[in-house]
């Protein structure tokens, strides 16, 4: 049942990814299957941050027309790196969770625009580095407000995930 609930989820954020850019121009700077990736990694199973990264980022660049396998190989190395630091760090702290989605989008951003210039392939918003850097800053606090309300709503239908999150801190320190 959990996982059917963690797959509707990376299936809705793709599809809202889908549409939301269409109507709303500030969506063009939120990646909402990074959000979600983000969320899945802070939960302390290297597994799933590497497997919910690895759909979310395919899935991605199957709907988003880009090269195949870029946006997957992404955000499979930011959700493996990210479950791997909060297994080893307690990163339950709202404050360093808004860190860790700010840190992400920035490296997201960056692993994307850098495989597409080994690539030799051009990117939509980055023509020139004055552009690269507004698309960061852009992407960087789109991902980083985003959050908050996307992971209030996810907290709340993962509650089990969190009970989970606090038996590991106690094995990990009291044991």
């Known amino acids: 049942m ?3 609930k963690i797959v509707i989820t990376v299936i809705i954020a793709l599809l809202l990814q889908m ?3 269409k109507h709303l121009r500030v969506f063009q700077y939120i990646e ?3 959000i979600v990736t983000v969320f899945f990694s802070l939960m302390r199973s290297p597994m799933l941050g590497m497997l919910t990264g690895a759909a ?5 660049d199957y709907i988003g027309g880009g090269i ?5 190989f992404a955000k499979t190395l930011i959700g493996y790196v990210i479950s ?3 297994v080893k760090f307690p990163l339950d702290n709202p404050l360093a969770r808004l860190g860790i989605v700010a840190l992400s989008s920035a490296t997201h951003t960056i692993l994307v625009v850098g495989l597409y210039l080994i690539l030799e392939q051009s990117i939509q918003h980055v023509g020139a580095w004055s552009e690269f850097g507004k698309t960061l800053g852009f992407k960087t606090l789109g991902d980083t407000l985003a959050s908050i309300p996307i992971f209030m709503v996810l907290n709340r239908l993962f509650p089990d995930q969190a009970q989970a999150k606090r038996m590991a801190i106690k ?3 009291y044991e």
């Open 2 to 4: 959990q996982t059917l």
């Open 19 to 21: 549409l939301l850019p």
């Open 32 to 34: 909402l299957p990074l």
């Open 56 to 60: 979310a980022g395919l899935g991605g």
């Open 68 to 72: 195949p396998g870029v946006g997957g």
């Open 84 to 86: 791997t630091v909060s």
């Open 171 to 173: 094995r990990r320190f």
